[in-house]
């Protein structure tokens, strides 16, 4: 099992002008723990769950370029960007500059969106469901298009919704064939079908229902004609080490559990963060002793 460090709350005791510094000495203490990569929460307002919207955010893409020329190996990834907020085209131009200057290390974490009050407050796209759900498709599809090639496939691209006259993408994506696409949320009959068609890696709730959720996205793959085992199995959850690391062994049991039901990777926030000594806690008590998993 792979762990990666979730970067979802900003609200760190430390003043606007060191954020930057707060951020620094985070990844960089993800990185020397032997977290997989680093995820930045796409949203542009705090979620309800996290606070609600007075919370302090940075946006994701600006925090994931400034954690690329902080760090050297670990990867990036948002979790997870609602895909009408940005156009298809210069999404995949954003991801593919991050993987540029990365140095290979940019993954696409894309889903429909659900925080219908920030899109509303600061005047971002949020249609319909079932439209956010044909604009997911179609700017993933836009992506493959643009990461196609030398330079993209240089082709138009007409959708119900996304309009391209021309996909040029240059410089290319160093990733190859293109940067992994994560597609998050456990919706059986949208979400996890698009995960089966598209999807490098699935991102699903945690909890009891995980063997049933991948049951299902089995069955989709089957449909697609795509090897389920090709997809990485990935999910949220919380990295509560305590204080001192007492609760580093419950951590462990926790996550070990999550693997005997399939999942690979998990996403998680670690408690006290900003501290470092937790991260640490992690390096030391529990990324080792998952490794095998």
């Known amino acids: 099992m792979k762990l990666v460090l979730h970067l979802n709350d900003f609200s760190w005791p430390v003043a606007p002008e060191q954020l930057g510094a707060t951020l620094t000495e985070i990844a960089q203490a993800g990185e020397s723990a032997g977290f997989d990569a680093i995820a930045v929460m796409d949203h542009l307002w705090q979620h309800p769950m996290m606070g609600g919207p007075e919370k302090p955010v940075l946006e994701c893409y600006a925090a994931l370029n400034w954690i690329a020329a902080q760090t050297s190996r670990i990867g990036l990834v948002a979790l997870a960007t609602a895909a009408p907020y940005r156009s298809a085209g210069l999404l995949a131009k954003m991801v593919t500059s991050l993987d540029v200057l990365s140095g290979g290390r940019a993954w696409l ?11 509303r407050g600061l005047g971002v796209p949020y249609p319909s469901l079932a ?20 330079h993209g496939s240089d082709q138009p691209f007409t959708g119900a919704h996304v309009h391209l006259e021309r996909s040029l993408n240059m410089p290319p994506s160093l990733s190859r064939p293109h940067p992994p696409i994560l597609i ?7 979400t996890l079908r698009l ?33 389920f085992d090709a997809i ?6 919380l990295f509560d080490v305590g204080e001192d690391g007492s609760r580093a062994g419950e951590l462990v049991a926790q996550l070990h559990g999550l693997a005997q039901m399939g999942i690979q990777k998990v996403f998680g926030r670690v408690v006290g963060e900003y501290q470092i000594r937790p991260i640490e806690i992690m390096g030391r008590d ?6 095998d998993r």
């Open 286 to 291: 529990v990324i080792p002793a998952v490794a």
């Open 131 to 150: 439209d956010r759900f044909a604009i997911l498709e179609e700017t993933i599809q836009v992506c493959l298009q643009m990461w196609s090639g030398e």
């Open 195 to 227: 995960v089966a068609r598209y999807g490098d890696a699935c991102n699903i709730r945690p909890g009891p229902e995980i063997p049933h959720k991948l049951d299902v996205l089995r069955r989709h793959c089957e449909a697609e004609g795509r090897d």
């Open 109 to 119: 974490g894309i889903g429909a969106g659900d925080y219908e009050e920030e899109a």
């Open 232 to 237: 990485e199995r990935t999910c949220p959850f």
């Open 184 to 190: 998050a949320g456990s919706g059986e009959q949208r």
